[in-house]
């Protein structure tokens, strides 16, 4: 077992791919990534910008969750320098 896997037998509720269309394109999928990177530098930009403690920690949350979107994206796409998007 891996350190990501889950304890326990049975099928977490993500995998139960009753849920899932499992039909989105790679032309969807490189948008969302290529989107993801706009806000994500968005939210960097404003995070330098930013004047006051609220707002550099709203940008800077908001741009380190962005860059595990992006990674998890790329690792999606099978970007070769993305080993695992956990790590």
């Not at 993801?36 to 939210?43: D, L, S, T």
Request: glycine share 4%; aromatic share 10%; proline share 1%.
């Amino acid at each position: 077992m891996s350190e990501y896997e889950a304890h326990g037998s049975g099928m977490s509720d993500h995998q139960d791919s009753e849920h899932f269309s499992y039909e989105r394109t790679w032309d969807e999928i490189e948008s969302m990534l290529h989107k993801a990177e706009r806000v994500k530098n968005m939210h960097h930009t404003k995070f330098l910008q930013s004047r006051n403690k609220k707002d550099k920690l709203y940008h800077a949350r908001n741009f380190k969750a962005l860059e595990g979107v992006c990674k998890t994206l790329r690792w999606t796409l099978g970007d070769k320098d993305v080993e695992h998007p956990l790590d």
